[in-house]
């Protein structure tokens, strides 16, 4: 329809892209103490170790995730909605990092 005007987005995919950061930041300081929590642990297990191992492995997960998504964000004109596929990632990488720190926890 060329008689309506292009819609403006604002300062919401600006809005979006510094929650991304935000969360990744947060998502990096979990995978830390994580780290720090296996590291400062007197009798470091195998499986300490396969839970560490996972956790960065997710971290960088979510960080190719949020990565791509700001990127998205960064362009002119961001296409909308987040595809379900990333979102399903980043909520699998949240739910995955959180078991196992739960796992290096217990």
Known sequence: MSGVPARDPGLQPERTRLAWRRTTLAFTV??????????????ISAEDLVALALSALVWVGFLSVAHRRIGVLD????????????????????????????????
């Open 30 to 43: 979990v995978a830390v103490l994580a780290a720090r929590q296996v590291v400062h642990h007197a009798d």
């Open 75 to 106: 362009a002119g004109r961001p296409p909308g909605a987040m595809p379900l596929g990333q979102g399903l990632a980043a909520t699998a990488c949240a739910l995955g990092l959180a078991a196992f720190a739960v796992a290096i926890v217990w």
